[in-house]
């Protein structure tokens, strides 16, 4: 699978690792205006803050096998 840019991969990509039963996670990345006005959220997706990403994620002990793959607006 060809990225679409530096760490960035479509709907399409992401879709097509899950097709393929890829480990995926979801990470919400939003800061917390975007998040807390919005309604909108991704199933399953793992809520992290964006200037603390790496942190999290390190401290939830996420899977290294996984994508980790994070979306943000």
Do not use: F, N
């Not at 760490?7 to 097509?16: K, N, P, V, Y």
């Not at 097709?19 to 979801?26: A, D, S, T, W, Y």
């Not at 919400?28 to 309604?39: H, L, T």
């Amino acid at each position: 699978m060809e990225p679409l840019g530096p760490d960035r991969i479509s709907l399409a990509q992401l879709e097509d690792l899950l097709h393929r039963g890829e480990r995926v996670l979801l990470l919400d990345v939003r800061k917390d205006p975007g998040y807390q006005d919005s309604a909108t959220r991704a199933a399953g997706a793992i809520r992290v803050a964006p200037d603390r990403a790496a942190e999290t994620v390190t401290a939830l002990g996420l899977p290294r096998d996984a994508w980790l793959v994070s979306y943000c607006t």
